[in-house]
């Protein structure tokens, strides 16, 4: 599958939005990120060979959890831990497990903390490439 039918984009809606996207490297990895929202993308939005991973998105705050998360949500629910002062994803790609900051950069000292600190097995799911 390519990166605009997992975005639910047009290739042209994609190729539009792709000079919006700043490329990096981690550890002999390019990737690309998305710093800014555009359009129907989250900020944060991270296409690493092959994957997408999501930014966050812009949902509203919620008082009680018992009315709010099935108001807001349909579908699975992923739950951010804040690490060192700012929101992280922690995803397995590959078998390599990477933190990503609220606009799509890996950091390199979260990536290392999650991996020697986290126990990671409950968290099983791998991004398909």
Not at 30 to 40: A, G, I, M, Q
Request: some cysteine; proline content about 5%.
């Amino acid at each position: 599958m390519s990166y605009h039918e997992t975005l639910s984009l047009s290739r042209e809606e994609f190729e539009e939005l792709l000079d919006h996207f700043e490329e990096r490297t981690y550890d002999g990895r390019t990737y690309r990120h998305l710093p800014d929202y555009r359009r129907s993308l989250e900020r944060g939005t991270a296409l690493v060979g092959g994957a997408v991973v999501r930014g966050f998105p812009k949902i509203p705050r919620t008082l009680v959890l018992e009315t709010g998360v099935p108001r807001q949500f349909d579908e699975t629910v992923y739950v951010e831990e804040k690490l060192d002062g700012y929101n992280v994803r922690v995803v397995r790609l590959d078998g390599d497990v990477l933190a990503f900051t609220r606009s799509g950069i890996v950091c390199p000292f979260t990536t290392a903390k999650a991996q020697s600190l986290l126990d990671l097995d409950p968290f099983s799911t791998t991004i398909p490439t």
